[in-house]
């Protein structure tokens, strides 16, 4: 126990590299008066097309009523579209309005420039393994969850 840090640990290291990263982002997302989780959600619009809010909120990690209140925050500033679903009406399919397209495609840049600094102490090798690292942590804990 007497080798026992805080700050050698895992989850308080990640949650700091976290909070280091988000305030990146924030600080680059303020001028566009977006917070990095309606960035996230405009980002995979982007990259996915139209999905149901239920899978949006899956693919961006947020649970049910933090995608709502994202979605409904976006829908209000007209950049991105609710419509009900014609095989199912309880399914609520959202797409990126013209507005929230040009919105979302400008975040491209802004995005790298955020990872840049926050790992800006890596090489790009270490940027790599990194990467590669933390979706192995991720995977791994997915398949445990499912096992």
Same mark, same amino acid.
């Given at each position: 126990?007497?080798? =026992?840090?805080?700050?050698? !640990?895992?989850? =308080?290291? %990640?949650? #700091?590299?976290? !909070? &280091?990263?988000?305030?990146? #982002?924030?600080?680059? %997302?303020?001028?566009?008066?977006?917070?990095?989780?309606?960035? $996230?959600?405009?980002?995979?619009? /982007?990259?996915? *097309?139209?999905?149901?809010?239920?899978?949006? *909120?899956?693919?961006?990690?947020?649970?049910?009523?933090?995608?709502?209140?994202?979605? /409904?925050?976006? +829908? +209000?500033?007209?950049?991105?579209?609710?419509? &009900?679903? &014609?095989?199912?009406a309880r399914v609520v399919l959202l797409n990126l309005t013209p507005a929230g397209l040009e919105l979302a495609r400008r975040l491209i840049p802004i995005s790298i420039e955020s990872v840049a600094? $926050?790992? *800006?102490? /890596?090489?790009?090798?270490?940027? +790599?393994?990194?990467?590669? #690292? #933390?979706?192995?942590?991720?995977? *791994?804990?997915?398949? !445990?969850? $499912? $096992?």
């Amino acid at each position: 126990m007497s080798d =026992f840090r805080v700050d050698d !640990q895992m989850g =308080f290291l %990640l949650r #700091l590299a976290h !909070q &280091k990263a988000n305030a990146n #982002l924030a600080a680059r %997302l303020s001028p566009l008066d977006l917070t990095p989780p309606q960035a $996230t959600v405009l980002a995979r619009l /982007l990259e996915r *097309g139209e999905l149901s809010q239920n899978l949006l *909120g899956r693919l961006v990690a947020m649970e049910s009523a933090n995608i709502r209140d994202v979605v /409904l925050r976006l +829908r +209000r500033r007209r950049l991105i579209a609710a419509k &009900k679903s &014609k095989e199912d009406a309880r399914v609520v399919l959202l797409n990126l309005t013209p507005a929230g397209l040009e919105l979302a495609r400008r975040l491209i840049p802004i995005s790298i420039e955020s990872v840049a600094a $926050t790992l *800006g102490a /890596l090489s790009a090798h270490e940027r +790599r393994a990194l990467r590669l #690292l #933390l979706r192995k942590v991720i995977d *791994g804990a997915v398949h !445990q969850r $499912t $096992t």
